[in-house]
């Protein structure tokens, strides 16, 4: 059983950055694969990104290539996503996800999952 906290979300103008947390409780978070998801008011839940469990292969959406870069401290029990140049098309809440298999870009891989941090990017 892993227990996942997102935080970092918040408001920021077009342009600014953004560095979201994802805590871990339990001692096995090495042991899964780690996605970002996103989902805006009335659109389906989105892949940001992923990384492998020891963070050595990673995964990005063709959205936030270049700016999004997603890391885990796997000593800390933390994920993380950092946003740069955000966008206002960037606004959603973003969750966590933890996957025992792989990273993917596919919701139904992810076997737990946080309850969301909301980012707001305002223009």
């Known amino acids: 059983q892993v227990q996942l906290v997102e935080s970092g979300g918040g408001l920021v103008q077009a342009g600014g950055s953004l560095r979201l947390s994802c805590a871990a409780s339990g001692r096995t978070f090495r042991s899964y694969a780690m996605g970002w998801f996103r989902q805006a008011p009335g659109k389906e839940r989105e892949f940001v990104a992923g990384?492998?469990?020891?963070?050595?292969?990673?995964g990005y959406a063709d959205s936030v290539k270049g700016r999004f870069t997603i890391s885990r401290n796997n000593a800390k029990n933390t994920a993380y996503l950092q946003m740069n140049s955000l966008k206002p098309e960037d606004t959603a809440v973003y969750y966590c996800?933890?996957?025992?298999?792989?990273?993917?870009?596919?919701?139904?891989?992810?076997?737990?999952w946080g309850q969301g941090t909301q980012v707001t990017v305002s223009s």
């Open positions: 996800a933890a996957s025992i298999v792989y990273y993917s870009a596919r919701s139904g891989e992810y076997n737990y």
């Open positions: 990384i492998s469990r020891s963070g050595g292969s990673t």
